[in-house]
């Protein structure tokens, strides 16, 4: 195991890198800092999106661990430098969305539960912010708050696209055809795609950085994803937009979306919000789907609301 440095994202020091196995032996490349203040703040558990890992958080993590805490952080199964789950390695595939319920779990397990300073606390991005609604409303003691970016909840997608995909991912599956990449996506890990074209950032030097890390080990690198991972993924989505399940976390929980988002669609947040106990909703006018990703300008707005919502200063 190892991380991955370049010249312009050298990794936070005192990292210290486990191999963690989920129940169904699957194993899990995961990194852990301890805080290094005398008085730790806690614990700060990063959850990256689909095709992401952790090199790519090695900025957001030295934020944290400036603020007192410590983190952990991991590369879901099928992605990143934890193991692939089908031959060609390339292709985004799971099981079914339970199983990366497993790899959280044994995170939790293994590293976090009765190892690291609390309060825990969750952050997730993307996919990383779906897995974590899903783990709060099954493990509603695990963390103190959390805070997601972007959490997949609905994809965005023309409405005719919309109409079709349900129909069109479960006649595939049915058709033998669940593990084949969907449409554009076999070949396409976004390395080549130019930054004027690319639907996640308005961040150049950012944009830059990450896929400079992608061409330092190619093996980092994930493309579209499969059938059988899409009607996975709308099952569960489907899951989580219910209001028995946003009535299911007890935490405090923040979730931040982007206005001009085209990856997912901000109105499932500001309905889950609406319907948890203690929940709090901001929008950024000016940014793409990746916040932790974004412009100096943006991230510093980002952080001003992390760090009240941190410290409490958030409704009851």
């Known amino acids: ?90 292709k985004g ?36 912010g779906h897995l974590a609604l899903r783990h709060l409303a099954k493990h509603p003691d695990d963390f103190e708050r959390a805070f997601l970016s972007a959490p997949m909840l609905k994809i965005w997608m023309p409405t005719l696209l919309w109409a079709i995909s349900g129909p069109l991912t479960t006649a595939m599956c049915w058709a033998g055809r669940g ?14 795609t130019p930054f004027e074209e690319n639907r996640v950032t308005t961040d150049r030097g950012r944009y830059a950085r990450n896929n400079n890390i992608l061409k330092a080990e190619p093996l980092l690198a994930l493309c579209g994803p499969t059938w059988h991972w899409i009607r996975e993924a709308f099952a569960s989505m489907r899951m989580l937009r219910k209001y028995s399940f946003a009535a299911k976390i007890k935490c405090r929980l923040m979730i ?37 990703q974004e412009r100096d300008e943006v991230r510093a707005i980002f952080w001003n609301a992390a760090d009240a919502f941190l410290a409490g200063a958030d409704p009851d």
């Open 1 to 90: 195991m190892k991380l991955v440095e370049t010249p312009d994202n050298p990794s936070p020091p005192g990292a210290v890198l486990h191999e963690v196995t989920a129940t169904d032996d699957v194993k899990l490349r995961a990194a852990v800092w301890q805080p290094t203040g005398a008085t730790p703040r806690g614990t700060i558990v990063v959850l990256s999106g689909r095709t992401e890992f952790i090199e790519k958080y090695f900025e957001f993590i030295g934020e944290i661990l400036a603020r007192g805490y410590g983190v952990v952080c991991f590369d879901w199964r099928g992605q990143g430098l934890s193991q692939r789950l089908t031959e060609d390695r390339t």
């Open 93 to 128: 595939h799971v099981g079914k969305f339970a199983d990366y319920d497993l790899d959280l779990e044994a995170v939790m397990a293994q590293l976090v539960r009765d190892v690291m300073p609390k309060p825990h606390i969750l952050f997730g991005h993307s996919l990383g």
């Open 179 to 192: 593990g084949a990449f969907t449409p554009g996506g076999e070949g396409n890990d976004g390395v080549e």
């Open 256 to 292: 931040v979306g982007a206005a001009h988002d085209r990856i997912v669609n901000q109105g499932p947040d500001v309905t889950l919000i609406r319907n948890v106990k203690r929940g709090l909703f901001v929008l950024f006018s000016d940014a793409e789907h990746e916040l932790v």
